[in-house]
Nanobody
Framework: QVQLVESGGGLVQAGGSLRLSCAAS????????MGWFRQAPGKEREFVAG????????AYADSVKGRFTISRDNSKNTVYLQMNSLKPEDTAVYYC?????????????????WGQGTQVTVSS
């Protein structure tokens, strides 16, 4: 089993930055692909970014490309999401997911483990 705990969310003005962290315990994440998803009120959970288990491959949703960066430090069992140039439409609960694969799926239903989420609110 893997336990995931997200942190780093908060309230920020448009144009600001936040760095989310996802700390894993219970199992090392070296052979787990990781993904960040978000869910706004009344909407489905959507893919934001993914990273392969070695960190050599990443992908982003079009809506965040060029503004967000996903990274991982396997020595710390932690995955990060650096979010810059934040917009009000980025407001959501952000979730970290892990999957027992090399590559990260963009469908939330394919992930094996989830964190509890962290709220990000961007004011205009």
């Amino acid at each position: 089993q893997v336990q995931l705990v997200e942190s780093g969310g908060g309230l920020v003005q448009a144009g600001g930055s936040l760095r989310l962290s996802c700390a894993a315990s219970g199992r090392i994440i070296n052979n787990l692909a990781m993904g960040w998803f978000r869910q706004a009120p009344g909407k489905e959970r959507e893919f934001v970014a993914g990273i392969s288990w070695g960190g050599g491959s990443t992908a982003y949703a079009d809506s965040v490309k060029g503004r967000f960066t996903i990274s991982r430090d396997n020595s710390k069992n932690t995955v990060y999401l650096q979010m810059n140039s934040l917009k009000p439409e980025d407001t959501a609960v952000y979730y970290c997911g892990a999957v027992r694969r090399y590559y990260y799926p963009s469908s939330s239903s394919e992930y094996d483990y989830w964190g509890q989420g962290t709220q990000v609110t961007v004011s205009s």
